[in-house]
């Protein structure tokens, strides 16, 4: 069966995704003040590329902050978090990611929510 990272379409088809939902974040209302006013967002995306590479089992490091770090003093809200997982979804059904891959992908994002609602 094909890795996670290959169900991606590898390093080329996360950028897309990544590039996808990054583009719908700064449209989102209900996330895009939090986006607009990040003051390098083409390192916040090439993060999000070695996060997702390396998480889905990609061969990639991820240099970036952990995801307390990263998000600590943000407050954010339960709501925000949905509009996130929202557009990444999205942005892997133009991917043409498969709805079970999609599945796994939420599941990872999901277990992820401690270290970032409201921390
Ligand atoms: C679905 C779970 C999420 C994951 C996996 C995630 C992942 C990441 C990663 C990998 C970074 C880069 C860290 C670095 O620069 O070293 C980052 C930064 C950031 N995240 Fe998240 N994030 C998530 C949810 C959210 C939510 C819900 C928001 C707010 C609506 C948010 C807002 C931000 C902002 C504004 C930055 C950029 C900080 C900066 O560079 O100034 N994230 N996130």
Redesign the pocket.
Known sequence: METLYQRLNGKEGITRIVDDFVAA?LANP??KA??E????ID??KR??V??MCAGAGGPQA????D?L???KG?N?SEQ??L???DD?VAGMTHEGVDDATKGEVIAI?YS??GD??RV
């Open positions: 974040h209900a996330i939090r986006f006013n990040v003051k390098d390192h916040a993060m999000g070695e996060f991820y240099t970036g902050k995801m770090e990263a998000h943000m954010i925000e978090y509009a996130v997982m990444i994002l992820l929510k970032i609602i």
